[in-house]
């Protein structure tokens, strides 16, 4: 099983990102799919799940309306667009995999992500 996040780097400012998640070693189309991020010095938060077919959608509220996270089944990845990013994105991005679409968007027990597969991580750094 594996997740295989991409697309983070340096970006100013008010810039735009999209970040890619690739999935192997599971039937990908099974499973919702969540975004992470944990900053420097802060606990991991989350920030955008969807469902199995990708009908359904949540974000933190402190993405809301400047994240979209969609989803590919015929390629087995789920994006993460981010537009008009602000310092406070910096963060590694990990997306996340269960088999249950848990709106709780949280990491930690009893949520179904906690017990889900987990990816390595891709760095985000919004600064000029």
């Known amino acids: 099983v594996q997740l295989q996040a991409s697309g983070g780097g340096l970006v100013q400012p008010g810039g735009s990102l999209r970040l890619s998640c690739v999935a192997s070693?599971?039937?990908?189309?099974?499973?919702?799919i969540a975004w992470f991020r944990q900053a420097p010095g802060k606990e991991r938060e989350g920030v955008a799940c969807?469902?199995?077919?990708?009908?359904?959608?949540k974000y933190a509220n402190s993405v809301d309306g400047r994240s979209t996270i969609s989803r590919d089944n015929a390629k087995n990845t789920v994006y993460l667009q981010m537009v008009d990013l602000k310092s406070e994105g910096t963060a590694v991005y990990y997306c996340?995999?269960?088999?249950?679409?848990?709106?709780?968007?949280?990491?930690?027990?009893?949520?179904?992500?906690?017990?889900?597969?987990w990816g390595q991580g891709t760095l985000v750094t919004v600064s000029s």
């Open positions: 996340a995999a269960s088999p249950y679409f848990d709106l709780s968007l949280s990491d930690r027990e009893p949520s179904a992500w906690a017990s889900g597969y």
């Open positions: 969807i469902s199995r077919s990708g009908g359904v959608t």
């Open positions: 070693g599971f039937n990908f189309e099974d499973y919702a």
